[in-house]
T-cell receptor
C-alpha cells in the first residue's frame, strides 16, 4: 500500500518568513496530493491540492510543488502570519482508493 | 465551519465495552469516510460508505463497523474496546467516492479507553 513520509515534524519560523514542508510517497499510481491544516480542537481542513498532471499550484501565500519522478511534493507558505500556526498534513491517493496521510508538521510562527 | 457535526465530543469507556460514534451533515454529501487519529499522528482510514454501502476499508479489524443511513448520516461502532483504541475519531463527508472529491471533516470525537 501507499506510504507517505513527512518532514519536518516541527517547524518554527519568524513571522513574515517562509515555511516549507516536504513529503514523499511510495506508490507511483498516486495522482492526487492534498494538504490539510488542523487547528486545535478542529478536524483537518483542505488548504490546497495538486493533481499529477500539474507541477505547481499557487493560491495567494500558499503553493504546492510536485515532482512525480522523485515521488515528492512540498508545501510552501510565504509571508507567514500568526494564524498560520497549526499542524499540517500531506496526503496521497488515487481513484477511489483511500487517502494516506503523513504524520504531520507542527508549524509555529514566532511573532 | 464545515457543517459536519460529530457526537459525542468526548467520551470515556472501559476496556471490553462497546461504543457508537455519530456523524451528520447539513449538506447532501453522499459519501462518508471515518478516520482514526492517534495522538501526534496523521488520520488513518478506517472505512468509507457510499450510498449506504461500505466502499473500501483500511487495516482495521472487524470489530470496527459502520452504517450509513438514507439521510447520509453515519455511525461508527467499535466492539470489545482495547486501550489502543484511544484516539480522535474523525468523519469526513464528500460528494462522491473519489479521493479527489473534497472531504469536509468534522471536529472529531475524542475516545479514551481505560
Amino acid at each position: 500500500g501507499e506510504n507517505v513520509e513527512q518532514h519536518p515534524s516541527t517547524l518554527s519560523v519568524q513571522e513574515g518568513d517562509s515555511a516549507v514542508i516536504k513529503c514523499t510517497y511510495s506508490d507511483s499510481a498516486s495522482n492526487y496530493f492534498p494538504w490539510y491544516k488542523q487547528e486545535l480542537g478542529k478536524g483537518p481542513q483542505l488548504i490546497i491540492d495538486i493533481r499529477s498532471n500539474v507541477g505547481e499550484k499557487k493560491d495567494q501565500r500558499i503553493a504546492v510543488t510536485l515532482n512525480k519522478t522523485a515521488k515528492h511534493f512540498s508545501l510552501h507558505i510565504t509571508e507567514t502570519q500568526p494564524e498560520d500556526s497549526a499542524v499540517y498534513f500531506c496526503a496521497a491517493g488515487f481513484g477511489n482508493e483511500k487517502l494516506t496521510f503523513g504524520t504531520g508538521t507542527r508549524l509555529t510562527i514566532i511573532p | 465551519e464545515t457543517g459536519v457535526t460529530q457526537s459525542p465530543t468526548h467520551l470515556i469507556k472501559t476496556r471490553g465495552q462497546q461504543v457508537t460514534l455519530r456523524c451528520s451533515s447539513q449538506s447532501g454529501h453522499n459519501t462518508v469516510s471515518w478516520y482514526q487519529q492517534a495522538l501526534g499522528q496523521g488520520p488513518q482510514f478506517i472505512f468509507q460508505y457510499y450510498r449506504e454501502e461500505e466502499n473500501g476499508r483500511g487495516n482495521f479489524p472487524p470489530r470496527f463497523s459502520g452504517l450509513q443511513f438514507p439521510n447520509y448520516s453515519s455511525e461508527l461502532n467499535v466492539n470489545a474496546l482495547e486501550l489502543d483504541d484511544s484516539a480522535l475519531y474523525l468523519c469526513a463527508r464528500s460528494m462522491g467516492r473519489w479521493v479527489s472529491n473534497e472531504q469536509y471533516f468534522g471536529p472529531g470525537t475524542r475516545l479514551t479507553v481505560t
